[in-house]
C-alpha cells in the first residue's frame, strides 16, 4: 500500500490525527491524558510550533497546529514516541500503541479554521460522552472560553477571526458550536486527504506537489 503523501511547510496550518492501534485506547485514565499534554507542550516549544485547537479521546486524538519550521514529521514523531515510552513503560506492554502513520492535512485557515477547531472540540458531543462541552476538561474548549489558562493552547487566532472583541469572539464561538453539533467532518471536503480550502488554495498547493 502506498503511504499517503506528507507535506511540510514552514508557517503552515495542519490538522493532525492519530488513533490507537486496532482502534484501541491510547488512554487508559486521566493520568495517560495529563502526561500526554505534557509531552505536547514539550513538543511545541522543541519544535516550535503553536497549538491552536486539540482534543484527546480514548483511542485517539486531534490537533490543529501550525508549524513554523518544515519538521512537521519530527515534532509528531517526538510526541508519539515520548508518550508511547511513557504508555509502554506504566502499563508493562509492548507492541505498537498508534495505527500506523499519523495523519495530516494542510489546512487554508482563512476559510476553515472556524469550522476545523469547532469540528475538534465537538468530538465529546457527537461520541456521546458528554451533553455539555463545558463539562469535558481534555479539550481545549475550555480555553477557548476563557474558564482555563492554558499554556498549550493559543485560541486567540481563532477568536480574532470571528470578532476583534474577545468577549464578542468568545460567545459567537459559543453559539457557533451549539447551532452546529451535527457538524460534518470537513476533512471529507479536503482534496485527497491532503489539504482543506478553497480552490486557489488547492491549486498553490497542487503546484507544490508538482514541483
Sequence with gaps: MVRPLRLSF?????HITTRGNRREKIFYSDRGKEVFL??????LIKYTMTCHAYCLMDNHYHLFIKTTKPNLSQGIHYLNSAYTNWFRNKHQITGPLFQGRFKSILVDVDNYALMLSAYIHLNPIRAGIIRQLEDYPWSSY??????????????????????SN????????????????DMKDPIRESYH????GST????KIKEKIEY
Design 10 to 14: 514552514e508557517n503552515t496550518f495542519y
Design 38 to 43: 505534557k509531552k505536547l507542550k514539550e513538543m
Design 142 to 163: 475550555l480555553d477557548y472560553l476563557n474558564l482555563r489558562k492554558s499554556n498549550i493552547t493559543d485560541p486567540s487566532f481563532v477568536l480574532n477571526l470571528i470578532d
Design 166 to 181: 474577545t468577549l464578542k469572539a468568545i460567545k459567537k464561538y459559543r453559539n457557533y458550536l451549539i447551532e452546529n453539533q
Design 193 to 196: 486527504c491532503i489539504a482543506l
Design 200 to 203: 486557489t488554495f488547492i491549486e
